[in-house]
């Protein structure tokens, strides 16, 4: 058990088991995987918007941690294509 295991039970949006599926498919470099889950998710909108919600959360959250405004986070990720971590 980590700690993470510890923080309370909130109810995931809508999506989110399909979009971390993805992501986990994503990082692994393994596009039919990734296809798979996505052509046989219940609905595939779902985990689109979760998908999208977790990235604005990383996002936010690396503008936090880093000390700068959020919107100077979304302005990098704009202008170079990466995630500023």
């Known amino acids: 058990m980590t700690a993470l295991d510890d923080e309370p039970a909130v ?3 809508p999506g989110f088991d399909t ?3 993805m992501a ?4 692994c470099g393994n596009v039919s995987w990734w296809n798979s889950i996505r052509t ?3 609905d595939p909108a ?3 918007y ?3 919600v977790l ?3 990383l996002l936010t959250s690396s503008a936090h941690r880093s000390g700068i405004a959020v919107a100077d ?3 990098v990720a704009r202008r170079t294509g990466r995630l500023p971590l």
């Open 50 to 52: 979760a998908a999208s």
């Open 73 to 75: 986070v979304w302005d």
């Open 11 to 13: 109810a995931p949006i």
């Open 40 to 42: 046989h998710a219940g």
């Open 24 to 27: 986990e498919a994503a990082s």
């Open 55 to 57: 990235l604005a959360e």
């Open 46 to 48: 779902a985990g689109e």
């Open 19 to 21: 979009a971390i599926a």
